[in-house]
């Protein structure tokens, strides 16, 4: 019988209203990764209906979604109608995500077809849907289904950018389903949002991360100890926020985040390369990564030798580009909000500033650093300073928290222009 009451009860014995999420599934190959996406779910407290399509239960079958997620599982309108499950199951929803979707369910969506339960369910949903997009290259390519996902943004729905990868057979490209860890973290951050709506849908940020490597030779580089964590926290929560998200790493060793456009640099160059391209059609910049003030001269082709007896030879330093300073006097696209970081170690708020009124940017994070402070941890403390005067102090906590206060502030801007 298909029920939608959703009531669990608590370790303690007492009865809570579990977050109610519906799992959609649609007939793509990637439809046996969901399985990992449902444990994480029911695992951490949410209570999952899944939903397929009748092509997914040629890859995944019913007994499997109703073992991992304890609901029976139906793909049709007609089953126990007496209890309307084509129009509760969604008025029920807290979220509902669809993972995979395929390229047809899009279709569907985007027009309004309600032919099978999922369909339905996504009429009545009146909570954020997040779409997980898995198709070949060509298909997600193709102009029929750009504007099938240029409609659902535009609805409020968040549609993640699929992943770069190996697909079936032999292909790769882009259209592999995300890793069913990070579409959780996505989820986690819709459902931690509530009802806000999808705030960034239709924008694209370019955000930068980690930290730029200059090569001394070529075992040693000059670098800094950030890890990009706080740039990837931009970059997952803007991404649940509905944004078109492209991420420029600099040598950050963590997983690409689901639904963002990751670009990989080394040096501080090969970054000023990425972000003036990236730029162009941008509607905030982002710029969280540490980039190295200067670069060896020369670069020794051979490692640099230590010589007995001999005190080693000075290296002699080129300053890098100031990217933050460029791309906030160029602002390729009108209305560009542009945000700075500063790390600094002593009178913060002063030096930060300074360096707002020299880079010429709307925004800049100010933040104490230190080698056991901010860097390479989960945490961070703030304060973010406008080109307009005011001061947005965010207390010590997760970095995705200074993150979301981040992206509030350049949706503030962006809405001005």
Not at 19 to 40: D, F, H, M, N, W
Not at 194 to 222: K, M
Request: net charge negative; with cysteine; hydrophobic share 45%.
């Amino acid at each position: 019988m298909v029920s939608h009451e959703w009531i669990r009860f608590a370790s303690r014995g007492e009865a809570v209203d579990k977050p109610k999420v519906v799992l959609g599934v649609s007939g793509g190959i990637a439809a046996y990764k969901a399985c990992e996406l449902l444990r994480r779910l029911t695992e951490s407290g949410h209570d999952v209906r899944v939903v397929p399509t009748d092509s997914a239960l040629h890859f995944v079958g019913a007994a499997t979604w109703s073992a991992l997620s304890g609901h029976p599982v139906s793909t049709e309108v007609w089953d126990d109608v007496h209890e309307v499950p084509h129009v509760r199951i969604g008025q029920d929803a807290d979220l509902v995500v669809i993972a995979p979707a395929t390229a047809d369910l899009l279709a569907r969506a985007a027009h309004g077809m309600a032919d099978d339960l999922l369909t339905n369910t996504l009429l009545t949903a009146r909570c954020p849907v997040v779409f997980a997009p898995a198709m070949h290259t060509e298909m997600w390519e193709h102009p029929a289904t750009r504007e099938n996902v240029a409609t659902l943004r535009r609805r409020g729905a968040i549609v993640v950018e699929p992943a770069v990868g190996r697909l079936t057979g032999v292909d790769t490209g882009k259209g592999r389903l995300p890793d069913p860890a990070e579409i959780f973290e996505i989820c986690r951050r819709v459902l931690a949002r509530g009802t806000a709506e999808a705030d960034l849908a239709g924008r694209h940020v370019v955000i930068s991360a980690g930290g730029t490597r200059e090569p001394l030779d070529p075992v040693r580089f000059l670098g800094n100890r950030s890890s990009g964590k706080q740039g990837y926290a931009l970059a997952r929560t803007a991404a649940a926020r509905g944004a078109r998200v492209t991420l420029l790493s600099a040598n950050a060793a963590l997983a690409d985040p689901a639904g963002v456009d990751v670009v990989h640099v080394g040096t501080a160059v090969q970054l000023r390369e990425a972000v003036l391209k990236a730029a162009t059609d941008a509607d905030a910049v982002v710029m969280a990564a540490a980039v190295a003030d200067f670069r060896p001269t020369q670069y020794a082709a051979g490692k640099i030798k230590k010589k007995d007896g001999q005190e080693p030879d000075p290296i002699a330093l080129t300053r890098n580009p100031d990217i933050l300073a460029e791309v906030a006097a160029e602002r390729p696209r009108a209305g560009q909000v542009v945000v700075g970081f500063a790390a600094e170690t002593d009178e913060v708020l002063v030096n930060g500033r300074a360096k707002l009124r020299r880079k010429g940017c709307d925004l800049l994070v100010v933040n104490e650093v230190g080698e056991r402070k901010t860097f390479g941890s989960e945490e961070n403390e703030a304060v973010v300073l406008g080109a307009d005067g005011s001061e947005t102090p965010v207390p010590y906590g997760p970095k995705e928290g200074l993150a979301d206060t981040v992206w509030d502030l350049v949706v503030e801007r962006i809405d001005r222009g």
